[in-house]
């Protein structure tokens, strides 16, 4: 079967868009496990738990933007709380001993989700309604907005990571704790900040995410699965190399799906991965380790 | 001013430091000398709060430290210039400098004073702060080290083995920076190999064995009584 030309261009549209979504989440995963080195298997969950959040504040202001600023602030807060209380105690030991733990919060937040807002699931109204005609699509402006809103959210994290005090204090806890606490940075506080932020960042993704694919308790594993496999095809604890990755894994789902059914396309991130793990174990998109 | 009484430390099981007692007067340099892994190092860390000591006590300018967090010590004024430099390769020079600048205190004025003090002692700095730190070569990693540590407006530098690995032409750099610092005021706690650069540079000397200081002399003394050198290290 002949594939159009069309169908390429939307697929490409399509996996850009979905791909910015992910390194909205994928980012924040990747700053927490470079600076403290967890895996963060709560992430998804907190993705979802800021898509109910925004869509409470919308059901009760109706404003959307409104609605991501709550969720992202909320659920910051929240994995301020989150990592001071279960996860600094932990820091340094065994890499399964965190592991677990945030399996272990992904579980309670998980079931905290479908006994405060129920099994079915909630659908966010986007703030830009209108299409615009696309080939032979009628493809919505939301979805523009959404890698826009996306690019802008990271543009402000990188600018913030590259020029701000913060940001310095951040870089450099990340590549010598030991060092940056002896230059007189306070690293527990740091860990905190820098989880609180990626809590943020994966809220605002479930905000943005919401008029797309609609808010449940269990979005949460998917995203941090997808999450996971983009940190590491970029390279674990790489910011930069985790955007990249998230758009390559998603314009490969996209143009899989060209040929096989959208189910099926899931599978090329996993072989993506797998080779990754095999050939490149340190990341696609770092350069090659001296 | 710092003092180290008795003090233990402990790798996991293996015991590294078997009660150690070293003293730093105010503006004083002290150096620290010892074979390979006798525990030279290990008595930094321990000073620096990088490793708990088990038992014993540190007391700084009066006050027990002995297990408080480096980033309290570095507030106290304790600075670390660790042994393999442990510069943030990844930062600019300009941003590795930053990282003890951003500290509460440090109005523009001070910034920019700090900063030009040591351009002057060590200029190449100045061509090469927006260069990554990774990219230095040896002697100005160590070079950046040691003014990241004098950013902090240290009352005492833990120097380890600055001079390790570097050309003559450095090693007498390093030694000219310690003279600034000692006339500055700067205590100076100095762990070396390089005994006539340690012996120059400091008023007093430990030797360190097996986790303990087996002796302590002025270092005019061992100056003039090459034995004792030779008992201990060899040389």
């Not at chain 2, 007391?59 to 309290?72: C, D, K, L």
């Amino acid at each position: 079967m002949a594939i159009g030309f069309e169908q390429i261009l939307i697929q490409t549209v399509n996996g850009i868009v979905n791909g910015m979504i992910l390194a909205l989440v994928a980012s924040g995963l990747t700053l927490i496990f470079g600076i403290m080195d967890v895996v963060n298997f709560a992430h998804g969950d907190l993705v979802m738990l800021g898509g109910f959040v925004g869509a409470v504040t919308i059901a009760s202001t109706g404003n959307f933007w409104l609605a991501l600023l709550v969720a992202a602030v909320v659920i910051a807060v929240f994995g301020a709380v989150l990592q001071a209380t279960t996860l600094r105690p932990l820091i340094g030991r065994d890499p399964l001993q965190t592991i677990l733990a945030t399996f272990g919060i992904s579980l309670v937040l998980q079931k905290y989700a479908i006994w405060q807002w129920g099994p079915s699931a909630r659908r966010i109204q986007e703030p830009l309604s209108g299409n615009f005609a696309f080939f032979y699509l009628q493809y919505p402006w939301y979805r523009i907005l959404t890698a826009l809103l996306a690019t802008a959210i990271i543009g402000a994290l990188y600018l913030f990571l590259r020029y701000g005090k913060y940001g310095i204090w951040i870089r450099a806890t990340t590549q010598d704790r030991v060092m940056a606490q002896a230059m007189g940075i306070p690293v527990p506080l740091v860990h905190t900040a820098v989880f609180a932020i990626g809590a943020g960042m994966a809220a605002a993704s479930g905000v943005l995410f919401g008029p797309l694919g609609g808010v449940t308790q269990n979005i949460g594993l998917d995203f941090t699965l997808r999450a996971f496999i983009v940190v590491v095809v970029g390279g674990m604890g790489n910011l930069g190399g985790s955007i990249l990755a998230s758009i390559f894994i998603s314009l490969l789902e996209a143009y899989a799906a060209l040929i096989v059914s959208p189910a099926q396309a899931v599978i090329v991130s996993f072989v993506a991965l797998i080779l990754t793990l095999l050939f490149r174990p340190t990341g696609l998109f770092v350069p090659t380790p001296k | 001013m710092l003092a180290l009484d008795n003090v233990h430390t402990y790798y996991g099981k293996s015991h590294i430091l078997h009660g150690v007692s070293i003293e730093v007067q105010p503006g004083e340099v002290v150096g620290l000398l010892g074979r390979n892994g006798v525990g030279k190092s290990t008595t930094l860390k321990t000073v620096m709060g990088v490793v708990r000591p088990s038992e014993g006590g540190v007391v700084f300018e009066g006050r027990q430290i002995g297990g408080m967090a480096p980033h309290h010590l570095a507030h106290l004024g304790i600075a670390w210039v660790p042994e393999d430099r442990r510069i943030f390769r990844l930062l600019t020079v300009m941003e590795n400098l930053r990282t003890g600048l951003e500290r509460p205190g440090v109005t523009e004025a001070k910034r920019k004073e700090l900063l030009d003090k040591v351009y002057v002692s060590f200029p190449v700095l100045a061509e090469r702060r927006a260069q990554a730190g990774g990219t230095l070569s040896g002697g100005e990693q160590q070079m950046l080290a040691i003014a990241r540590a004098m950013m902090l407006e240290p009352k005492i530098i833990l120097l380890d083995e600055p001079t390790e690995g570097l050309m003559p032409r450095m090693v007498g750099q390093i030694s000219q920076i310690i003279r600034t610092l000692h006339e500055e005021g700067v205590a100076i706690l100095l762990v070396e190999q390089n005994v006539p650069l340690t012996l120059e540079a400091s008023s007093r000397v430990y030797i360190m064995e097996k986790g303990v200081v087996r002796h302590h002399a002025p270092a005019a003394d061992l100056r003039a009584n090459h034995a004792i050198i030779h008992q201990y290290l060899g040389i």
